[in-house]
């Protein structure tokens, strides 16, 4: 399994960025069994979890994102994305996609997010 996340960069405060992370060499059936998650990390700090979908469909959300950021799948295109609006500059952080799946944690290869004052 390999995932891609996209999305991310340079965002004015107010305003709304959406992530991407596409999942590959894994088939449909075991992408829509599997738990999704998004985490965040800034420097000297743990990865903290933003938001997850299970397989099940039930999302939750950090306290700090609760209706700001909507996490969603496409299982069609094996993507779970994560929409994020009204943008803080505390939401400034590394972004990371997770999947669980089978058992097993994939993690992706982390995008910036900059929310400028």
């Known amino acids: 399994v390999q995932l891609q996340a996209s999305g991310g960069g340079l965002v004015q405060a107010g305003g709304s960025g959406r992530l991407s992370c596409k999942a590959s060499?894994?088939?449909?059936?075991?992408?829509?069994?599997?738990?999704m998650a998004w985490y965040r990390q800034t420097p000297g700090n743990q990865r903290e979890l933003v938001a997850s979908s299970t397989s099940g469909g039930v999302t939750t959300y950090a306290d700090s994102v609760k209706g700001r950021f909507v996490i969603s799948r496409d299982n069609a295109k094996k993507t779970v994305n994560l929409q994020m609006n009204s943008l803080k500059p505390e939401d400034t952080a590394v972004y990371y996609c997770y999947y669980k799946i089978m058992g097993r944690d994939y993690w992706g290869q982390g995008t910036q997010v900059t929310v400028s004052s």
């Open positions: 060499r894994i088939i449909l059936s075991v992408f829509t069994g599997s738990d």
